[in-house]
């Protein structure tokens, strides 16, 4: 068991730009969510699969966002056309079925 | 909608010391409620795990336990050390696994 794996730890990019992350969960886990966490607040909850099925999706994911989970695997998720108002911690998470979430250390994303 | 609220805000302790966090949730309908602690720039470590049938859940010198009929859970943190410093959150969960998170307590234990 490695834990769940982020990468980039750190995106710097400027407004307008696109931007991907990657995330790769625990293998066994069917399971994988992505939530956003701004400075001082709690993470919230943007949108999950089981296995490759996107099953739901938050209002807080706008157009510019989409995820995508081809093989089950790994996911990623890609902002279109960046805003200031992305910034953000974007953190992954994976489950086996409902047990307990075991969260990566996120990917921290600066649109200047 | 589930709101969770986080009491206080920010804690600064010195060693040693006893505390207790708060959380508090409006529904009551909940599958579980989650207890974690996040370190500066990382991510989310699960401390304890609370099912709505159970009242207490137990770790080391942590104890957290949940009312759920009044939408509460406190998190009781026995002999502080500098090494608890980080801040905790709590989550509500409503058996989707999409998690509702508190704003979090920011805890400083000073030695």
């Known amino acids: 068991d490695t834990g769940v794996s982020q990468d980039p730890r750190h995106k710097i990019t400027k407004r307008g730009q696109n931007v991907t992350f990657r995330c790769d969960p625990i293998s066994e886990h069917n399971r994988l969510y992505w939530y956003r966490q701004t400075l001082g607040q709690g993470p919230e909850f943007l949108t999950y699969f089981q296995n490759e099925a996107q099953l739901e999706k938050s209002r807080l994911l706008s157009d510019r966002f989409s995820a995508e989970r081809p093989k089950g695997s790994f996911s990623t998720l890609e902002i279109q056309r960046t805003e200031q108002g992305d910034s953000a911690m974007y953190l992954c998470?994976?489950?086996?079925?409902?047990?307990?979430?075991?969260f990566g250390n996120g990917t921290r994303l600066t649109v200047t | 909608k589930q709101e969770v609220t986080q009491i206080p805000a920010a804690l600064s302790v010195p060693e040693g010391e006893n505390l207790v966090l708060n959380c508090s949730f409006t529904d009551s309908a909940i599958y579980n409620l989650q207890w974690f602690r996040q370190d500066p720039g990382k991510g989310l470590t699960s401390l304890l795990l609370i099912q709505s049938s159970q009242r207490e859940q137990t770790s080391g010198r942590l104890n957290a336990s949940l009312d759920k009929s009044s939408g509460r859970s406190t998190l009781y943190i026995a002999a502080s050390q500098p090494g608890d410093s980080a801040t905790y959150l709590c989550a509500v969960d409503g058996a989707t696994n999409k998690l509702i998170f508190g704003t979090g307590t920011l805890l400083a234990v000073q030695p």
């Open positions: 998470a994976s489950s086996l079925d409902v047990s307990p979430l075991h």
